[in-house]
């Protein structure tokens, strides 16, 4: 998640790297290949840019993220499909849902759109796979496995998360958010206070423990992909269980997911209370919230229809300094 509003290229150049003066237009153009930044010595190399100068100035985002919707300038179009069905439904959960059929007052992100970010979520996890594997990713494509007769909710979450379709395991659609916020992550069934909505501990989740690591996979892959990453990337730095705890995911690490849980919009940006929280809820009123590791749980009765908000607070610090302490 890049930090929004700083001007990394006046930063830069106030502290001397003058990272942003001599870019030109094409400093990302083609094939991203990191030759055509680096004409010679003193040209602003970007191995060593800031997760914001990847976003603001080598990929130039900005256009890519804020101004979504319109694909003038987009290298990886997809052909507009008008005929299809725009509203989006976790693919396993289709049958499920069918009775909910009603269509919710938020506007809908088109088939085109959605079928661009499931290749990119593909993309980015098979590469994630031959490149970078420091935690195992379920191999799966995705697609709609369909739901059998009488599997209960339960069962289903389950066999979501043994297949790492996905990392949200109750039913979802994808939808827009509004203006400026992009994409965003909408109920399709009532959740009940206290549910697991996401666990991002089912091999749907990449990871990376060096920043410069996820600079390279940032800036080898094309634009909007590109743009999109640098988007859903977050850094967390995750409590271990306890002192024999050794999971290679604990302490300063970039995450990525590859499903729809990298679409859930922040909560506390817009001063509004949160319906989702990482952590475990407390099991008696007086307890507090376990430490926030890969469970995230309602926090309250979600009715179909709302978006699902999380406070990035929960996992990342607001400054997002641990982008800078990893390298970027
Ligand atoms: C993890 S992504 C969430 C998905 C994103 N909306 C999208 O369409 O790709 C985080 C980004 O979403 C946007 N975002 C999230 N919450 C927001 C909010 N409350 N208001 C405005 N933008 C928000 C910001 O651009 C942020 O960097």
Known sequence: VPVLGEDACMESESSGENACASLSDDAHHDDNDPKNVAKDDTDPIWWNYSIDQ????????AEITYGYGDDEDDSEDVSKNDSGDDDYVHPNLQQHNEENTEVDDV???SEAQLHKIRQQWSDIREKYIKEVNLVPIVHKEIIDTGNDDGESEAELNIRQTSRG???IVVPIRIGDAGAKK??????????RKGTLVGNMDNGSTGIFKVGHSWREFAVSLP?????????WSWVQTVPPIDAMDDDIRN??????????????????????EANVRCGSPPKHDDDEWGPCRFHYYAVRDIAVGEELLINYGDFEDVYQQGWTDIGL
């Open 54 to 61: 990847l976003f603001e100035d080598y990929f130039a985002c």
């Open 107 to 109: 506007d809908v992100v």
């Open 165 to 167: 379709v996905s990392a």
């Open 182 to 191: 992009g994409r965003g992550v909408f109920a399709t069934e009532p959740i």
């Open 223 to 231: 634009r909007e992909t590109a743009c999109n990453f640098i988007e």
């Open 251 to 272: 302490g300063l690490t970039i995450f990525i997911a590859f499903d729809e849980s990298n679409l859930m919009n922040a909560a506390d940006w817009d001063g509004v």
